[in-house]
């Protein structure tokens, strides 16, 4: 069992925002680490998308659109993936990770459909 | 250009062995960490090994730890993975991974009689 939970599946329609969250068990602060985030395209190994960690700690990944981005809700000890203007190239499973001490740790991800 | 080659997968039967590796170039393979991750068909991902840039720290997933090895030769900017006493369960696309931030295509590793 992923360790970290994401919705199986969400919608949004093309041109509006999706907002994909990764939540955290209550023994691991959402705020002590940088949440990762990747696209994977049936056939297609996972594309890294960005990381977030805070508002001044933040990276994009090479080539990735600036109309993804990242979040964090620390009352929800959840990390958000805000997609905005979806296009239909958007439609893709999408994997948060985290990388404590001596793992990888991801969720199991959510599939997105932009009807 | 960052590229991650793997090769070496394919069918074995269960208890059986196989070694992937991973060519990479673009980057200077010696500076980086490593991992390797799985992904069963229609399954999510999971992580299953990492390596230091030196080798000098190593883990691994719980399921696979006393069965698999990770290995790199910084010399033939190559990474492995020495896959002992396979199990079915253990049939995925094996993707090498320079840090978080690059992956390779993977290769489809089949475990069964």
């Known amino acids: 069992q992923p360790v970290l939970t994401q919705p199986p599946s969400s919608s949004a329609s093309p041109g509006e925002s999706a907002r994909l969250t990764c939540t955290l068990p209550?023994?691991?602060?959402?705020?002590?680490?940088?949440i990762y985030w990747y696209q994977q395209k049936p056939g297609s190994p996972p594309r890294y998308l960005l990381y977030?960690?805070?508002?001044?700690?933040?990276?994009?990944g090479s080539g990735v659109p600036s109309r993804f981005s990242g979040s964090k809700d620390a009352s929800a000890n959840t990390g958000i993936l805000l997609i905005s203007g979806l296009q239909s190239e958007d439609e893709a499973d999408y994997y948060c990770?985290?990388?404590?001490?001596?793992?990888?740790?991801f969720g199991g991800g959510t599939k997105l459909t932009v009807l | 250009e960052v590229q991650l080659v793997e090769s070496g997968g394919g069918l074995v039967q269960p208890g059986g062995s196989l070694r992937l590796s991973c060519a990479a170039s673009?980057?200077?393979?010696?500076?980086?960490?490593m991992n390797w991750v799985r992904q069963a068909p229609g399954k999510g991902l999971e992580w299953v090994s990492y390596?230091?840039?030196?080798?000098?720290?190593?883990y691994y997933a719980d399921s696979v730890k006393g069965r698999f090895t990770i290995s790199r030769d910084n010399a033939k900017n190559s990474l492995y993975l020495q896959m002992n006493s396979l199990r079915a369960e253990d049939t995925a696309v094996y993707y090498c991974?320079?840090?978080?931030?690059?992956w390779g295509q993977g290769t489809l590793v089949t475990v069964s009689s």
């Open positions: 991974a320079k840090s978080t931030s690059t």
């Open positions: 673009g980057f200077t393979f010696s500076s980086y960490s």
């Open positions: 390596i230091s840039s030196s080798s000098s720290t190593i």
């Open positions: 209550s023994d691991i602060n959402v705020g002590s680490y940088n």
């Open positions: 977030y960690y805070s508002d001044s700690d933040k990276g994009q």
């Open positions: 990770m985290i990388w404590p001490s001596n793992a990888w740790v």
